[in-house]
């Protein structure tokens, strides 16, 4: 029997079963079945022109047509001329935005807030990863399902890149059906997410799988699974101490203690609770150096180490990790992050008697934050390890270190990459000082210093310090300065003039960034660059000093920080200030390093705390540390009540503490009579009083501030009133009254004289006036193009719209009701571009639940210029995302952009240019 017996034609290769709703960029899927019945009621649902060959199906973007057939399968199809590369067309092509759209639904249901959707390209032509973010601001979640293939490196790429911070709740990865990663998943976890998709109902049903050891796969839907802090629990899945495990786990392993034939229980990754309580840890709060592998089986590897809970006291733990995670050295600290707990305390008396401890997860400490854990201490352990035969013969190779000279037999080597800095000794401290000291005069003199010459300054003869020693003495100096992520002191350091040139390196600054922390990959010239500008930073910043000094015996000035430019970019913004306060922090005052975090703040809030880089992160960080510190500590008593009472009263206090600092500093700038100076600060001052103080904070400092603002009304000089501006304002709302009776001649007769008045002003007007002569110009110059059609002298209502082909007809609204309905369709049109949409005029109505009538077309333009009235120019125009019925320009687009003083853009190009200011609105309003 033929196909053709059911009347389809299977050997149509062109069929299109897939498509999306909502225009080319969305995410709404569509199924469309081969029956013609159910293709019929789709069409009556939704209509013949809301399908697209949506971007993310790797398809054109433009229109598709339902057809429901009789004699082959119903198929949407494209409208020609079209030329699209869309390879996959099936039913599957559309799976991965069911999927999407199955987790986004189920979170909702779960109370998740925000929860967003992105579609992520990894090399083939759809999306070939989800990835789903939701939470809070401050509490951000992720779920990664990987769609495409890819190879075992690659996976456990991912897997670092996707990791979550410590102290955050893990990333949930699941894996699509196509990707045939989940047998990876299940060897690192014990279980593994699946997901599936079949045709039900004339749509496709999301299936979600628990991938058991054994290759055993349980399918279920998504609302019979909750979401956990460890992550999603199945009815095959259940939540424990340890996170996420199978509900049918195996006993606890054995393994052998070291140098006996005696077997000791040990916590394996499939093991059951233990019996008493067990307490999870707080991801990031306990360390462990001195690891010496004990066992391996069961996929877990055993470690004897010294641990210490910040804070507290250091004892002996039996650690168990994961054989997934690379081994952790013994020079080196760590910190156990994921699924962290206390499996059992020490089964005997002595102080030999570990701890139990399980983790599925950890990372190095840098030498600069292992402070935080003063009493783990790597260089026992190499020294142990060293003295003894054994360790000698199974010592872990020391990757990166620097080489240790050969003349100094009585000097331990340089410290290892990001190696803790060993204790310096008494004497060398007080040597660290001198140099310190020495090195603080050269850079305020603008200067370099040689080694030698270093040593000569602080009294000390340079043969007696060995290169050992020097790489001591550097790290100790630089030390306090990397962890604050100011500039090193050690840049100032140059090869002996007769040797090199004054712009080279010597050969140990990068010895000294590698024991402060700097990742082991930093090479020379990477080095030659830091060195560079740590130097400049150090000049720069100390060049300073002196005008900061003599300004603040009088006046507290400014922070110097550059004004933002029109169109900045807020990560270039926020680059911006990390590096002034990185430069010039230490020596602001504290209005200004205020007024600089709380721009900061507003950027961040702008760019969004997820896609800050780790750097910036940990740069704002200190700087918020630094702003507490030089806000006052309070006493002990008060800091305990602080630390007792609710977060709302710790906040109250410290709101009260910033005000009271910048009332000193209005009164000082008063006393100097420094008018300037005291708006900035009490301008400083208004959010502070308004929005962080308390009620009854609030009433007991407002007749301060009307203090203060009473003495700077007193002091401001009344300037006298500019007779050409009065004129030209108005000139200007003349103009506006009599807009619809305005002839051209008046109005080129009303521009000529404003443009007469401008020329007796020294200086340019203000802004508001600037933008109205702009567009009473752009009045007057398309009032022209339309007169030399054969309509002059005709009053603005007779003025031929290009976009009409006709005479304006009477009804037409007064102004001052279009502009309400200005503001209202603007809010409109940003919410579409936040949403990555666009509306038609008729979808504007029904949002605006009535109150935007049926208008005349003039009246339609009138509301969209004004509109964009405020629009910056380097900015696409927000009534761009106004369409046609068929996804194409509105018909007023040209004459907005005319209207508008845009760039006239040609017939040809019109289309195109109008879907690039529609992307370009999508991308500048997703974050807004």
């Known amino acids: 029997m033929t196909p053709a017996t059911f009347g389809f034609d299977e050997e149509d290769t062109r069929k299109v079963q897939t498509a999306v709703r909502g225009g080319p960029d969305s995410g709404i899927p569509q199924f469309l079945p081969y029956e013609k019945q159910a293709a019929s009621r789709l069409r009556e649902e939704y209509g013949s022109n809301a399908f697209s060959c949506g971007v993310l199906l790797g398809g054109c973007g433009k229109l598709l047509t339902l057809r429901a057939c009789d004699d082959k399968k119903s198929h949407f199809a494209h409208r020609p001329p079209v030329r699209c590369n869309r390879t996959a067309r099936g039913e599957s092509s559309a799976d991965h935005l069911y999927i999407g759209e199955a987790i986004s639904r189920w979170l909702r249901k779960q109370g998740q807030p925000n929860v967003s959707v992105q579609y992520v390209k990894q090399g083939n032509a759809r999306s070939d990863a989800i990835e789903i973010r939701f939470g809070s601001k401050k509490k951000r979640r992720l779920i990664h399902v990987q769609m495409a293939r890819r190879a075992f490196k690659e996976w456990q790429s991912d897997g670092e890149l996707l990791a979550a911070p410590a102290g955050k709740p893990p990333t949930v990865r699941m894996y699509g059906p196509d990707s045939q990663l989940a047998p990876y998943e299940l060897e690192a976890t014990g279980h593994a997410l699946r997901f599936r998709c079949e045709t039900a109902n004339g749509t496709r049903v999301v299936h979600i799988g628990t991938h058991l050891p054994g290759h055993r796969v349980e399918w279920t839907t998504l609302d019979q699974c909750r979401l956990v802090h460890a992550g999603i629990v199945t009815p095959w899945l259940k939540e424990s101490p340890y996170g996420v495990q199978p509900k049918d786990v195996a006993a606890p392993g054995t393994a052998t203690g070291p140098g006996t034939g005696e077997r000791k229980p040990v916590p394996s990754v499939t093991a059951a609770a233990p019996a008493g309580p067990v307490l999870p840890l707080m991801p990031g709060k306990v360390a462990f150096t001195g690891a010496a592998l004990v066992s391996e089986e069961n996929g877990r590897r055993i470690y004897d180490a010294d641990a210490q809970p910040i804070g507290s006291a250091m004892f002996r733990a039996r650690i168990s990790l994961p054989t997934s995670a690379m081994a952790p050295r013994p020079d080196h600290v760590y910190a156990l992050t994921e699924r962290a707990a206390v499996l059992s305390g020490p089964q005997g008396t002595g102080p030999a008697s570990p701890w139990a401890l399980r ?299 910033v005000f009271d600092r910048m009332a000193d500093e209005f009164r000082a700038a008063r006393e100097a009579g420094d008018l300037m100076r005291a708006k900035q600060v009490r301008s400083d001052m208004g959010p502070v009083y308004a929005l962080r103080l308390s009620l009854k904070d609030r009433e007991a400092v407002t007749g301060l501030m009307r203090d203060f603002k009473q003495w700077v009304r007193d002091q401001e000089r009344k300037s006298p009133a500019d007779p050409s501006l009065q004129a030209i304002r108005a000139i200007i709302q003349d103009l506006g009254t009599r807009r619809r009776a305005l002839t051209t001649a008046e109005l080129a007769s009303a521009l000529e004289e404003i443009d007469r008045l401008r020329r007796r002003r020294s200086k340019d007007l203000p802004k508001s006036e600037r933008q109205a002569l702009v567009r009473w110009h752009n009045n007057l110059r398309h009032r022209r193009q339309v007169e030399g059609s054969g309509d002059a002298g005709l009053p603005i209502d007779r003025v031929t719209h290009p976009a009409d082909g006709g005479d304006r007809a009477p009804g037409k609204l007064p102004m001052d009701v279009l502009r309400p309905l200005a503001v209202r369709v603007r809010a409109v049109l940003q919410d579409v571009a936040r949403a990555g949409t666009t509306v038609t005029w008729g979808d504007l109505r029904r949002r605006l639940g009535g109150e935007l009538p049926h208008l005349h077309p003039d009246d339609q333009g009138e509301i969209l210029v004004m509109v964009d009235g405020d629009t910056p120019a380097n900015e696409p125009l927000l009534s761009a995302l106004v369409a046609g019925a068929d996804l194409s320009p509105h018909g007023l687009y040209r004459h907005l952009r005319h209207s508008l003083g845009r760039e006239r853009v040609p017939d040809v190009s019109l289309e195109m240019h109008w879907r690039m200011d529609v992307f370009r609105l999508h991308q500048l309003w997703r974050h807004r």
């Open 359 to 657: 983790a599925e997860g950890f990372v190095r400490i840098p030498a600069t934050k292992a402070a935080e854990w003063e009493l783990l201490d790597p260089s026992s352990h190499i020294a142990a390890q060293d003295a003894s035969p054994a360790g000698a013969a199974t010592a872990v190779p020391k990757r990166n270190a620097a080489p240790a000279p050969e003349a100094a037999t009585d000097e331990a080597p340089a410290a290892p990459v990001a190696a803790p800095m060993a204790p310096v000794s008494s004497p060398d401290g007080r040597l660290v000082g001198g140099l310190s000291r020495a090195l603080l005069k050269t850079a305020r003199e603008g200067s370099t210093i040689t080694w030698h010459e270093l040593l000569e300054q602080a009294g000390v003869n340079a043969q007696s310090v060995s290169q050992a020693r020097q790489m001591r003495l550097l790290t100790a100096v630089d030390a306090p300065h990397a962890k604050a992520r100011r500039p090193l002191l050690s840049s100032l350091i140059t090869f002996s003039r007769q040797a090199q040139p004054n712009d080279v390196p010597p050969p140990f600054f990068r010895q000294v960034l590698l024991a402060l922390g700097w990742p082991h990959w930093t090479d020379a010239a990477r080095a030659a660059d830091i060195w560079r500008e740590h130097r400049q930073r150090l000049h720069r910043a100390h060049r300073a000093l002196p005008g900061r000094h003599a300004a603040s015996e009088g006046r507290p000035e400014s922070s110097g920080l550059p004004t933002a430019r029109e169109g900045e970019r807020p990560q270039a913004r926020l680059l911006a200030i990390l590096r002034h306060l990185d430069a010039v922090g230490d020596e602001l005052s504290f209005v200004d390093l205020y007024r600089l975090l709380e721009e900061a703040d507003r950027l961040v809030s702008r760019i969004g705390e997820p896609f800050l880089p780790g750097t910036s992160k940990e740069r704002l960080h200190h700087w918020r540390t630094v702003f507490r510190g030089r806000r006052g500590a309070p006493s002990d008593r008060s800091r305990e009540n602080q630390e007792g009472a609710e977060p709302a009263k710790a906040s109250d206090i410290a709101a009260r503490v």
